[in-house]
């Protein structure tokens, strides 16, 4: 589907932008009529996933990066999605886990570790929030930040409810030592 | 709330208020537009080894007396390997949900080129070199058929088979998924290529091959010169050899080449298959030839954007013919009924309810205040006319739109498959 004029047309293999562009601003892709569209659910979350993002990465470029990716995965798959934020915020967490791997694969390879650059905004907090392991830091920020639930944390994490808790109360020994 | 938790929630909300982040619509379309092209390019790398491996027959004769080449470096020990091997029916996957990524619970899968929503069929084990692979099968349901009947691609371009190779070494598993043509042309060698083992620092070729008919047995050689042959199972040989894979080297590239051979040894098409390094673990396919690669098929798997050319029969009164047609087109939606609508396609089974579905979607305003008007006419037959119209919409105009209609029952009707493909543009299917 191509808008007369449009500089692009529809020829094969590529120049797919057009007919994506209509789907994005046309969803719900299925036909439930009180459904968001899937332009409303990206235009509704994008800012608070990106902050998400940027408080597991600190780095604002990377948090852009990966919550367009992780809008780009629910696209593909937002017919079948009942509830598209949940989807998404796990899928921004698992993307960012995945930074985080490939991250440490870098500075294996490297020939020594890089500290993780100042970011914007930090402070002492940032720092020891920084230090967490992952899956203690996204307990922390979607539990303090986004204030989630237990059992949403646990969705998000992919781990059970009571696994949440005990996250929770190791990162928070871990902060009270480093914290004055 | 403690202090420390007001501390901490006063720092993520210092440091989250400090990103100003708008949504990027136009990036993100950007985004999915090359996704798209992406999985276009992986179907049609396993398309294109499909289309390469296939020899020009002059140059097959030429090598067939000759038998199948120099074979020495072959896996020691492994001509074959098959230990165990199962026959039956397969089982088929829906079309639905085939093609990856459908699996809505679990963010983390993404299944690829095509996804099992069903238990697969063991076809054969195989073991090899110190590596079990165990190999499954499926059937794929054929796609619905939308659009014009000269639009339809070819059965090589047609997914119609799963496989899926688990790998499995003492240093590493994974699991490669290939897909199998529903044709090859030409006695053609059909292969889906993907490393396992790199993350583990034991790095493997895995090649899941369609082989051709009448072929006794294939072979692949790896970087390096070693080589992996196997007489293929019901048409499938699932080939494995050494890799050097190192997830720090973004120049990485390989070759792989896969070739087939008949019963007496004669070579039934060779190819090569090179891939870049451009990430940890991810491979782009770039793909040579040799000689004899009928350039440009790959075209064929894609709709046409051109009406075909006339046939060689014509209706008696060509003029009168296209005035009735003309007739088909031109007039508002919201002026005509669905009966009347569905009165004008060949096979209205079911189309009353898409017209519902198409009203109740979230083009509703749009279609409502739409009309599709004619642009041209080809016949190609006396009874069988290719369409080209457009879409007008309220403020803007989609096309050009292609389709088709048919002389039945006295009068000419618009085919249910044109109508479908039109109403999907809305994201409604019949």
């Known amino acids: 589907m191509q808008e007369r004029g449009a500089p692009e047309r529809l020829t094969g293999v590529g120049d797919t932008a057009p007919l994506v562009k209509a789907r994005i601003e046309s969803a719900p892709l299925r036909a439930d009529v009180d459904r968001p569209t899937f332009a409303d659910v990206y235009r509704a979350t994008f800012s608070d996933m990106v902050r998400l993002a940027f408080l597991l990465t600190s780095s604002p470029e990377t948090a852009h990066d990966l919550v367009q990716d992780s809008f780009v995965r629910l696209h593909g798959k937002f017919d079948h999605v009942e509830e598209p934020r949940a989807y998404l915020r796990r899928t921004v967490v698992n993307a960012c886990l995945s930074y985080h791997r490939r991250q440490r694969l870098h500075v294996r390879h490297a020939a020594a570790a890089q500290p993780e650059a100042t970011e914007l905004g930090a402070d002492e907090m940032t720092d020891a929030l920084a230090a967490l392991p992952y899956r203690q830091r996204t307990a922390i920020v979607l539990r303090f930040w986004h204030g989630s639930s237990e059992a949403e944390i646990a969705a998000a994490l992919g781990c059970r409810p009571g696994t949440v808790g005990s996250l929770i109360h190791r990162a928070l020994a871990e902060l009270r030592k480093v914290m004055p | ?430």
């Open chain 2, 1 to 430: 709330m403690s202090e420390l938790d007001d501390r901490i929630k006063q720092s993520l909300d210092r440091r989250a208020a400090s990103l100003s982040e708008r949504p990027d619509l136009d990036g993100l379309n950007d985004r999915i537009a090359r996704r798209d092209r992406r999985r276009m390019r992986v179907t049609s790398i396993a398309l294109v080894m499909a289309l390469v491996a296939g020899p020009v027959v002059g140059f097959l004769a030429g090598r067939s007396g000759t038998g199948a080449g120099p074979k020495s470096d072959v896996a020691t020990g492994s001509n074959d390997g098959v230990v165990d091997q199962s026959s039956g029916s397969l089982p088929t996957i829906p079309f639905a949900s085939a093609g990856g990524g459908t699996d809505a619970a679990d963010p983390n899968v993404d299944v690829g080129l095509v996804g099992a929503s069903v238990p697969l069929a063991k076809a054969f084990v195989r073991e090899v070199d110190g590596a079990t692979v165990r190999v499954y099968r499926a059937a794929v349901e054929a796609p619905q058929s939308d659009g014009p009947s000269w639009q339809q691609p070819p059965a090589y371009c047609v997914t119609n088979g799963l496989v899926q190779a688990d790998v499995s070494t003492e240093d590493a598993v994974g699991i490669v998924t290939g897909s199998l043509s529903a044709e090859l042309r030409d006695g053609l060698v059909f292969g889906t290529y993907s490393p396992i083992g790199v993350a583990e620092g034991a790095p493997l070729w895995v090649v899941v091959a369609q082989a051709p008919d009448g072929a006794a047995d294939v072979q692949a050689t790896f970087p390096g010169g070693h080589a992996d042959e196997m007489e293929p199972v019901d048409g499938v040989a699932v080939l494995i050899g050494p890799a050097t894979l190192d997830p720090s080297d973004a120049q990485y590239s390989a070759n792989i080449q896969l070739e087939a051979f008949d019963a007496d040894g004669g070579s039934l098409g060779t190819s090569t298959a090179a891939f870049d390094s451009t990430g940890l673990a991810y491979l782009v396919g770039e793909y040579s030839h040799t000689a004899g690669f009928p350039g440009g098929s790959l075209a064929d798997c894609f709709p046409s954007q051109q009406l075909p050319p006339p046939g060689d029969e014509q209706p008696a009164d060509p003029a009168a013919a296209r005035a009735e047609i003309e007739g088909l087109f031109g007039i508002p939606f919201s002026e005509r009924t669905d009966e009347e609508r569905v009165a004008d396609i060949d096979d209205p089974t079911g189309m009353l309810e898409t017209y519902e579905r198409l009203r109740n979607s979230s083009f509703a305003s749009d279609v409502a205040g739409s009309r599709t008007v004619l642009e041209d006419v080809v016949f190609v037959s006396a009874t069988r006319a290719a369409t080209q119209y457009h879409i007008e919409l309220p403020g803007r105009t989609l096309g050009p739109e292609y389709g088709e209609v048919v002389f039945v029952d006295g009068r000419w009707k618009v085919t249910r498959a044109s109508v479908c493909q039109a109403v999907s543009l809305a994201g409604v299917s019949c």
